[in-house]
């Protein structure tokens, strides 16, 4: 077998459907996943069950978020023609899976769940005490396992809840997967860990109100660019700086090219620039990267059915996959529902 006819490993990864992406979003999760359309066979799942864990009181801006989160995948090039791109909440076997992976995972695995200890702390303004608050990282297991997914990109923060999805995976497979192992344990993809710092130089994040979105139009990204912080050190234009300590060298860093950087490198530590010069040219950049992108996000905007349409087609072909899992779920706990005489 040539390599090119080897089955492609599958990919599955999910967002929650926040709203519109900010460029935290877009180097955190979606330039890598855009990036790895032609090698894999990839399944990109919008989450709005997970969005409940947290948001079940109010669930009036789901829809829309998601439909958001639509228009910014597309935009950056994820291709409905490559990847099956979908709604989780209209797979209804991630429901189904997600009940059965419930019965086999012990408590004490979920409650041992950074991101469960921290949120509880962290999250005053909402009661999580829900059963399915604790259960959300059965049910990102169910989404990547009801797929039969290899391989699953993510940032640092969900490592934890792919290594319990591989711990439920053994765990089921032992059970119920004597003969054959039902499901393939997945694999973490890290994506590597860009540092991107918000407009006030902490993490951008859509709490801390920091963030360049990927659909700011160009004077919005220069306005932003003109206020976020720099190297303290330098107070006068005649003061040289470090961009290693500076939020707009870190953009530099990952947006701008080897030529800027260099100028950017030499001119700050000599006060040969300026920030205000600096940081237009990193709004150049940043323009340069998302103006194709919100040329493509136009189309959708414009007509919003256009990319509901590519959800909906995309949810047609992962029930389909994720129906077929099912029937070896079912068939592996001795459950189908074909008739075997008693006894056999
Ligand atoms: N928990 C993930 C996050 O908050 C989202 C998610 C849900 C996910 N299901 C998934 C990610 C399956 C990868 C695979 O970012
Ligand atoms: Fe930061 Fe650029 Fe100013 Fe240096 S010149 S402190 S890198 S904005």
Redesign the pocket.
């Known amino acids: 077998m040539t390599a090119s006819s080897q089955k492609r490993k599958r990919v599955l990864s999910g967002m929650r459907p926040t709203g519109k992406l900010h460029l935290g979003n877009y180097v955190g999760a979606l330039q890598n996943w855009v990036g790895m359309q032609d090698q894999y066979e990839c399944y990109f799942c919008v989450v709005d069950w997970h969005a409940l864990t947290t948001d079940y009181a109010d669930t009036s801006q789901i829809k829309e978020n998601s439909l958001e989160v639509a228009f910014d995948w597309l935009a950056a090039g994820l291709d409905p023609e490559k990847s099956v791109i979908f709604m989780q909440s209209h797979v209804p076997a991630h429901a189904e899976l997600h009940l059965l992976l419930s019965m086999i995972t012990p408590l004490g695995w979920l409650e041992r769940v950074p991101t469960y200890k921290e949120q509880r702390e962290n999250i005053k303004d909402k009661d999580l005490g829900t059963y399915g608050f604790l259960g959300y990282p059965v049910l990102q297991a169910a989404d990547i396992l009801i797929y039969k997914a290899d391989v699953v990109p993510v940032g640092e923060d969900q490592a934890a809840h792919i290594e319990l999805t591989r711990e439920i995976t053994r765990r089921f497979n032992g059970f119920y997967g004597a003969k054959k192992p039902v499901f393939p344990e997945p694999q973490t993809l890290l994506t590597p860990a860009a540092k991107l710092p918000g407009t006030d130089g902490r993490k951008m994040s859509k709490s801390y109100g920091n963030t360049i979105m990927m659909a700011d139009p160009e004077p919005v990204v220069r306005q932003k660019l003109k206020t976020?912080v720099?190297?303290p050190?330098?107070v006068r234009r005649s003061d040289p700086?470090?961009?290693d300590?500076?939020?707009?060298?870190d953009l530099?860093k990952i947006f701008s090219s080897k030529e800027t950087m260099a100028k950017?490198?030499d001119?700050?530590?000599t006060a040969g620039?300026?920030?205000i010069?600096?940081?237009s040219?990193?709004a150049d950049a940043l323009v340069q990267l998302l103006s194709p992108m919100q040329e493509r996000r136009r189309k959708f905007e414009e007509n919003p059915k256009l990319a509901w349409d590519i959800l909906e087609a995309g949810t047609q072909r992962a029930r389909k996959t994720a129906v077929e899992t099912m029937d070896d779920v079912r068939a592996s706990m001795g459950m189908s529902l074909k008739y075997e005489a008693p006894g056999k």
């Open positions: 976020m720099t190297d050190a330098r700086g470090n961009p300590v500076c939020p707009v060298g530099h950017v490198n001119g700050c530590r620039i300026g920030c010069e600096c940081k040219w990193a």
